[in-house]
């Protein structure tokens, strides 16, 4: 099962890093449901900058782990390459 790691913009224009298996139920749940994350649900609406394919769920936990450690600038410039 393909997994994703991926990169939302907020309303505030602060940088959200997550991961999932199904990025289009997520997404959807990020802007409409109860079951987005509370930073993104208080921050509405978010928009997708990036995503990256993994073969399996610790490639991606790995991945959205290493992401979240870098600072905003590094962020910003692995959406500018994708």
Same mark, same amino acid.
């Given at each position: 099962?393909?997994?994703?790691?991926?990169?939302?913009?907020?309303?505030?224009?602060?940088?959200?890093?997550?991961?999932?298996? !199904?990025?289009? #139920?997520?997404?959807?749940?990020?802007? =409409?449901? $109860?079951?987005?994350?509370?930073?993104? @649900? /208080?921050?509405?609406?978010?928009?997708?900058?990036?995503?990256?394919?993994?073969? !399996?769920?610790? #490639?991606?936990?790995?991945?959205?782990? =290493?992401? $979240?450690?870098?600072?905003?600038?590094? @962020? /910003?410039?692995?959406?500018?390459?994708?």
């Amino acid at each position: 099962m393909i997994h994703f790691v991926y990169i939302l913009e907020c309303a505030d224009k602060s940088l959200y890093v997550g991961c999932t298996n !199904n990025l289009e #139920k997520r997404m959807k749940e990020h802007n =409409e449901s $109860k079951r987005g994350a509370h930073y993104t @649900k /208080i921050r509405r609406p978010v928009e997708l900058k990036y995503s990256e394919r993994h073969s !399996n769920m610790k #490639k991606a936990r790995a991945r959205e782990a =290493e992401i $979240k450690t870098w600072p905003r600038a590094k @962020k /910003i410039a692995l959406i500018g390459s994708g």
